[in-house]
């Protein structure tokens, strides 16, 4: 089953892709972020793009697991990606991917201005390769839309 993830952010949404078999995760590309409409627009032009079965999230949760105003904000735009999209939606707790892609990013000597450019698809492949590590198999909750319902474990 191939995944699609996404890094949301004000800016930017960064996305990453799984293998066909869904067992790995590659960073795929970046999205300037211009109106909730037009980006997701271009996010379910990419579920198409990549046959995507699945697509999931990261949820900016603070570290004491509670959500703040950026959770908000990502909730909501997932919530108009469920409604655009016939596949599931899901939510994966995030927190601290995009300090780990810029630990990455760093180790590998990239200059600040190569880190900027994609930092955000690093964070979505991030998510991604967490994602399929502890799902296991196992059905997460997901965003009511067309074609499917909320499940939860």
Do not use: C
Not at 52 to 61: I, R, S, Y
Not at 83 to 99: S, Y
Not at 116 to 129: E, F, G, M, P
Request: aromatic share 2%.
């Amino acid at each position: 089953m191939r995944i699609l993830a996404l890094d949301v952010g004000e800016r930017r949404i960064g996305v990453a892709v799984s293998d066909p078999l869904g067992l790995t995760a590659q960073a795929h590309s970046v999205v300037a972020r211009r109106r909730p409409e037009t980006d997701v627009a271009a996010v379910a032009a990419l579920v198409e793009e990549v046959e995507a079965e699945k697509v999931v999230v990261g949820l900016p949760l603070r570290l004491d697991g509670s959500e703040g105003p950026a959770a908000a904000r990502v909730k909501e735009f997932a919530g108009e990606l469920a409604k655009a999209v016939p596949i599931p939606v899901e939510l994966f707790d995030e927190r601290l991917t995009t300090a780990e892609a810029e630990g990455v990013l760093l180790a590998g000597d990239l200059s600040r201005r190569r880190r900027r450019q994609v930092i955000d698809k690093v964070a979505a492949a991030l998510i991604l390769d967490g994602y399929l590590r502890r799902s296991g198999g196992k059905t997460k909750p997901r965003l009511p839309g067309p074609g499917h319902e909320t499940e939860r474990t």
